[in-house]
């Protein structure tokens, strides 16, 4: 937990859900060590409060480094250990901890039909991988969208350019990739040039937490007081859910190397330009286009996607039941914490 990023206990709490623990982990500094300690840190702290709870199962989501030595803690104190979102492939550290913790895990609910396959080549039985979709595909499904935005919505955060959301804008979402760290600066440095150049208005989220963000920042920070007259970018550290689904839903086009350009607004038909190799090879609808780091490339094809406009809604991560699915698999499925490899 770190509130650089908003307060999710707040969040929690306005949504009737009162968080029983709040974990403090992240040690920020020293990059790769930094990934390591937080993880170590986190593996201490999960192992204590999942003993004082009492659990008996612990659901895990996703890929970021963090969560693996969460599945180690649980799995070492015989928790029935869940995890969403396996099997998939992509790029930097994320693809061997997802599956690292499917090899932790006792059932697993992928998104989509080809990582379901993945865990079966694996070694996992069938009857504990279900393709379930995908929960942000739920919490789009249930989203009010507005077809007019506040200004307010990104004005009132960040720093840069005053936008006016009733004009067109991008959205970009640069995040490490933390095999590639080294190169975290000229990545950025490529990608600010393009978007300064596109011309357009341009909402630029922070990037997350892993090795590298820290030279991204540093980088974005110099160069918007480097260009503080002479640009239409607004850098934002933290929005809430449910106004950045709305902003990206009206975005031209998104630009960068997080899922989100290829799951949400793959249903929401937005057009994606995804930069590098942070995603590569995930399961991608016909919005995406793979662009490198090249300034040209990222113009030339980001101008392409506007020109298409809006692509058709595609299915490939769920139709917005995931939860029920899930729900609904836990209640009946009994679970036997000792794994077999099948193979």
């Known amino acids: 937990m770190t509130y650089r990023y908003g307060n999710i206990v707040k969040e929690l709490v306005s949504l ?42 612990v659901v895990l989501r996703g890929d970021r480094f963090e969560i693996l030595p969460i599945a180690a803690a649980a799995t070492y104190q015989n928790k029935v250990l869940v995890h969403l979102e396996g099997g998939d492939v992509s790029g930097s550290i994320d693809e061997s901890v997802r599956h690292a913790v499917t090899k932790l895990a006792h059932l697993h609910f992928v998104t989509n039909q080809e990582a379901k396959q993945r865990l ?23 989203l009010k969208f507005n077809k007019k935005l506040d200004d307010a919505l990104v004005n009132s955060h960040g720093v840069g350019y005053q936008i006016d959301l009733a004009e067109q804008y991008v959205v970009v979402m640069l995040n490490p990739v933390t095999t590639e760290a080294s190169q975290a600066t000229e ?17 630029w989220i922070w990037p997350n937490l892993g090795a590298g963000a820290d030279a991204i920042a540093k980088k974005m920070r110099e160069w918007q007081a480097k260009h503080v007259d002479d640009h239409k ?16 839903n009206q975005a031209v086009a998104v630009i960068g190397n997080s899922s989100a350009g290829i799951k949400e607004c793959g249903w929401m038909g937005v057009p994606a330009v995804n930069i590098g190799t942070r995603q590569q090879g995930r399961l991608r609808g016909d919005n995406v286009i793979d662009v490198p780091y090249k300034k040209e490339k990222i113009i030339v094809v980001t101008k392409r996607q506007i020109k298409v406009g809006r692509y058709k809604r595609s299915m490939l991560y769920g139709k917005g039941d995931s939860a029920k699915e899930i729900v609904k698999v836990l209640e009946k499925v009994s679970v036997d914490t000792q794994k077999r490899i099948t193979y």
Do not use: C
């Open 187 to 203: 990545q950025v440095e490529e990608a600010l040039s393009a978007v300064h150049s596109l011309g357009f208005q341009a909402i």
């Open 233 to 248: 970018i607004r850098f934002i550290r933290y929005i809430p859910p449910g106004d950045y689904a709305n902003l990206v």
């Open 16 to 57: 009737g859900l009162k968080p029983d623990v709040a974990i403090p982990t992240v040690i920020e500094g020293g990059e790769h060590l930094g990934m390591a300690k937080t993880a170590a840190l986190g593996m201490l702290e999960f192992a204590t409060a999942f003993n004082n709870l009492e659990s008996d199962y």
């Open 120 to 142: 079966i080549k694996m070694g996992e039985e069938k009857n504990r991988v279900w393709n379930a979709g995908s929960l942000d595909i739920d919490y789009l499904t249930k």
